[in-house]
């Protein structure tokens, strides 16, 4: 098993380019998530998906959209970047609906925007 | 104040040592969970406990409920547990809420 996996592992933008992040699971997981890593702040929640066919904002969505494809694949859409969006990007997977579950992690995407 | 509080934001010791990282949290929780995250940016669960104790190997977590507080414990120190450590607080159906953070390094 692959487990959570991500791509690109780092992408450079320029201010208002768009670009997707994927995210793919090979755990039959139900729900995934998008973070986003940023220094002295600790991880934040963009967005999420409890189960397919279903998305949640968290706590920074703003500047961001998200596609729950299929039970495996939930992408992360930028329309517009701006450099407060250069981040490290993580996806990650959770068996079951709740916090109360073992989330499981991708790689990461370090995502620049000049 | 943040929700969640990590101490010490840094730790460095020598190989051998017995570490403990400290979480404290302000909210009522359903679980905390204990994370690792690797020099190279990788990050792997470690624990989720909702009361007691847990043991993996060398790692033990604890958790006080009525105190608010967890601690992550590493028994006999080895330069490959330098790492940063994370702790996140299980809030309400889906939300975590992550502490910044401990940085460990083990000297050899």
């Known amino acids: 098993n692959a487990g959570v996996t991500q791509t690109p592992k780092f992408q450079v933008l320029k201010t208002g380019q768009s670009m997707t992040l994927q995210c793919a699971q090979d755990?039959?997981?139900?729900?995934m998530y998008w973070y986003r890593q940023d220094p002295g702040m600790g991880l934040r929640l963009i967005y999420y998906?409890?189960?397919?066919?279903?998305?949640d904002k968290g706590e920074v969505p703003n500047g961001y959209n998200v596609s729950r494809l299929n039970k495996r694949e939930f992408s992360l859409r930028l329309e517009s970047a701006a450099p407060s969006q250069t981040s490290v990007y993580f996806c990650?997977?959770?068996?079951?609906?709740?916090?109360?579950?073992?989330?499981?992690f991708g790689p990461g995407t370090r995502l620049t925007v000049t | 104040k943040n929700e969640v509080e990590q101490s010490p934001q840094n730790l460095t010791a020598q190989e051998g040592e017995f570490i403990t990282i400290n979480c404290s949290y302000s909210?009522?929780?359903?679980?905390l969970h204990w994370l690792q995250q690797h020099p190279g940016g990788g990050i792997v669960s470690l624990f989720m406990?909702?009361?007691g104790k847990k043991k993996h190997g060398r790692l033990i977590a604890t958790i006080n409920i009525q105190e608010k507080h967890s601690s992550l414990h590493i028994t006999a120190s080895h330069p490959r547990d330098s790492a940063v450590y994370i702790c996140?607080?299980?809030?309400?159906?889906?939300?975590?809420?992550f502490g910044q953070g401990t940085r460990l390094t083990i000297n050899p």
């Open positions: 990650a997977s959770s068996p079951l609906t709740g916090s109360s579950y073992e989330q499981y």
């Open positions: 755990m039959n997981h139900n729900s």
């Open positions: 998906s409890a189960s397919e066919g279903t998305t």
């Open positions: 909210v009522g929780i359903s679980a």
């Open positions: 406990l909702s009361s």
């Open positions: 996140a607080a299980a809030r309400g159906a889906q939300k975590l809420v």
